[in-house]
């Protein structure tokens, strides 16, 4: 049966986290995520899995890696300042096809900035941190039973396509703490990973048939050896200096991915049947959306909230089917504006994209959304 707790959002990431089969967190204290390593130190024991506090952020994703390889579901949580440090092995998980969970907690930056203080600044860090071309899912919560809900997916993903999954979170929702009813454990759908045994001495470990796009995975914990890089490699996970080789494993590392954006991209959208205007945004920032919205209602205009859920990769799709009906976007987001160039990209030949951010470390409020619009409404009449 369901169950009714109070619960913060980095709190959720934990519970939800061990729902999804989570059994070994290796992370390193950083606010605002700290609650997510203290929560697992103290949960996992009990589910039978394994904590360990990592000399940095750096060990602690290397540490994700190597559990994962072995056979574990693994994860790791930290915020902007580690996020960095852990860009390499990132690209080393991508390249290797290792599933894993690393969560952001965003805080105001650049640098050290504001370490308690609300930001979604790592937004364009989650696409192009690490080098080279490599595939990217990252998924942003706005509530604490959506980040409990949204991290077994996190994990689905992270198993269905082989790859890291980033699980994009801000200060905002990590540190809310709300009422929220769980489901009942029998009814969530968990992934559990193709599993390749036993197929002699040359280890074809990579080896994908035709027309698919995710290999099977051999778990050294459970006796299978093979060979894992980060160069380039062939079948058998040796490197390779074979240009056609490389290129044609990288070309499915990001096709696993953008073959696969029906499946992988969520949206939520609020009043937006007959909405003129869209309001674009994620995460944290959401909550100000929906009341500004709801306002705007009040007073008799069609505006709506469009947010993306999965925000890598951004899902384009959804919003140009929206494109005929608006007359314009405002976008909202605690950055310089960052997913403001994602919805330029995809609607700015067609209607007009303004914007309202913040840097300072405050949070922008409804008041601020509902004085834009009405800036916006008054700019059009003066055209």
């Known amino acids: ?6 619960m913060q959002g980095n709190e959720a990431a934990v519970e939800g986290a061990i729902a999804a089969g989570m059994r070994f967190f290796a992370g390193y204290p950083i606010t605002p995520s700290t609650e997510i390593a203290e929560g697992s130190a103290a949960r996992l024991p009990q589910e039978g899995g394994k904590f360990i506090q990592m000399e940095d952020e750096l060990a602690s994703i290397a540490a994700v890696l190597g559990a994962s390889a072995a056979g574990m579901k693994a994860m790791t949580a930290t915020s902007g300042p580690g996020f960095s440090l852990m860009q390499e092995n990132l690209g080393y998980g991508a390249m290797a096809e290792i599933p894993c969970v690393i969560v952001d907690v965003q805080r105001a930056g650049p640098s050290t900035g504001l370490a308690t203080s609300p930001a979604q600044a790592d937004y364009m860090q989650a696409k192009w941190g690490t080098h080279g071309d490599h595939p990217v899912i990252a998924i942003s919560p706005s509530s604490v039973l959506e980040t409990y809900m949204l991290i077994i997916r996190a994990f689905n993903l992270a198993e269905k396509y082989r790859t890291p999954v980033i699980f994009l979170m801000d200060e905002i929702v990590g540190h809310m703490r709300e009422g929220v009813e769980l489901p009942n454990p029998n009814d969530l759908i968990i992934n559990r990973r193709k599993m390749s045994f036993h197929d002699g001495a040359n280890k074809q470990c990579y080896y994908v048939p035709e027309g698919q796009y995710v290999p099977a995975m051999k778990p050294f914990g459970q006796g299978e050896r093979y060979n894992i890089t980060g160069n380039a490699h062939d079948e058998s996970g040796f490197p390779t200096n074979s240009n056609e080789i490389a290129g044609k494993l990288v070309g499915r590392l990001l096709d696993k991915v953008e073959k696969n ?10 009043a937006m049947d007959d ?7 994620f995460g944290g920032t959401a909550r100000a959306v929906m009341s500004a919205v709801l306002e705007a209602r009040t007073a008799g205009k069609k505006v709506g909230m469009f947010r993306p859920v999965t925000v890598w990769p951004f899902p384009e799709k959804q919003l140009r089917a929206r494109l005929p009906q608006l007359k314009n976007i405002l976008m909202v987001e605690h950055n310089h504006g960052q997913m403001l160039l994602e919805v330029q990209r995809v609607a700015g030949r067609e209607k007009p994209v303004c914007f309202l951010g913040r840097i300072d470390g405050t949070v922008i409020s409804p008041q601020d959304i509902l004085a834009k619009l009405s800036e916006m409404e008054e700019n059009h009449h003066g055209e």
């Open 1 to 6: 049966m369901s169950k009714a707790v109070l």
């Open 261 to 270: 954006v029906d499946d992988i991209t969520r949206v939520d959208e609020y």
């Open 275 to 281: 909405a003129e205007t869209a309001i674009v945004c």
